[in-house]
């Protein structure tokens, strides 16, 4: 049986940082792009970076761009999010997502990752 499980959010103080894991079981992350999304009370789920098949493509949202950065280890079935510089507006619960697409075309819709995390909440105080 497939499971995504994210781990390492947390309550942490503005300008500090949070490293976030995405570990696969049961399945292989070779062959997927994965992406981190994120959804904060009231808002909708928004995109915040994914990274190829092979590590060499990477995309971030605009706000996180120079201060978040997103790896893969695929000997340890994992993809990671590096969360430097936090601001109370990245509060929300972060879920990382994989699909076969190419990420370059389908970048966050959604509709296109197949298989989900159930999150792990980031929670930033000022």
């Known amino acids: 049986q497939w499971q995504f499980v994210e781990s390492g959010g947390g309550l942490v103080q503005s300008g500090q940082s949070l490293l976030l894991s995405c570990t696969a079981s049961g399945f292989s992350l070779d062959p997927y792009s994965i992406a981190w999304f994120r959804q904060a009370p009231g808002k909708e789920r928004e995109g915040v970076s994914w990274i190829s098949v092979g590590g060499d493509a990477t995309d971030y949202e605009d706000s996180v761009k120079g201060r978040f950065t997103i790896s893969r280890d695929n000997v340890k079935n994992t993809v990671y999010l590096r969360m430097n510089e936090v601001k109370p507006y990245d509060t929300a619960l972060y879920s990382c997502?994989?699909?076969?697409?190419?990420?370059?075309?389908?970048?966050?819709?959604?509709?296109?990752?197949?298989?989900w995390g159930q999150g792990t909440q980031v929670t930033v105080s000022s």
């Open positions: 997502a994989a699909t076969t697409a190419d990420p370059r075309r389908v970048k966050y819709d959604s509709y296109e990752y197949a298989y």
